[in-house]
């Protein structure tokens, strides 16, 4: 776990916008407890260091996933639940969010519809949510507590 975090971390100061694209999003998916906490350590280092790095972005600015990193860090760092940073960001599609065990599809229309709605609850906490389900050139969900 080591190398990882010290590779993420690495990756995240590099300020080469493909490595700290791709760090930024698996620190997005990274539930290890350990890993977090090595990785908040280095956080103020982290927000002084990208503060002003370009990502690019065609249709969604890259940016975007690093501050949804950042937002992480900080949930974990200041003892929030992980759930917690899902209405900040358009990525976190309930499907694959309920197959890590991380939140409980209470309901969900029925497919194929791209426009769908989920009730979901979180795993961790019990905090209860309504996910819509959105289409444009991407597939987004967008996240509220109920």
């Avoid at 990502?55 to 969604?60: D, T």
Wanted: glycine share 4%; hydrophobic share 35%; charged share 25%.
């Amino acid at each position: 776990m080591a190398e990882l975090t010290a590779d993420l971390l690495s990756d995240l100061l590099s300020r080469d916008p493909q490595r700290v694209w791709a760090s930024a999003c698996a620190v997005i998916r990274l539930h290890d407890p350990a890993a977090l906490d090595e990785l908040t350590r280095h956080l103020p280092t982290l927000e002084r260091q990208t503060v002003d790095l370009e990502l690019g972005g065609a249709l969604f600015p890259s940016a975007e996933h690093l501050q949804q990193a950042l937002r992480v860090l900080r949930a974990h760092r200041d003892g929030r639940c992980g759930c917690t940073v899902y209405p900040d960001y358009l990525f976190y599609n309930p499907e694959k969010e309920a197959q890590a065990g991380r939140i409980r599809i209470l309901s969900a229309d029925e497919p194929p519809d791209w426009n769908m709605n989920y009730r979901c609850q979180c795993t961790a906490c019990g905090t209860e949510y309504a996910v819509e389900q959105g289409e444009y050139h991407y597939t987004w969900w967008q996240w509220r507590q109920d």
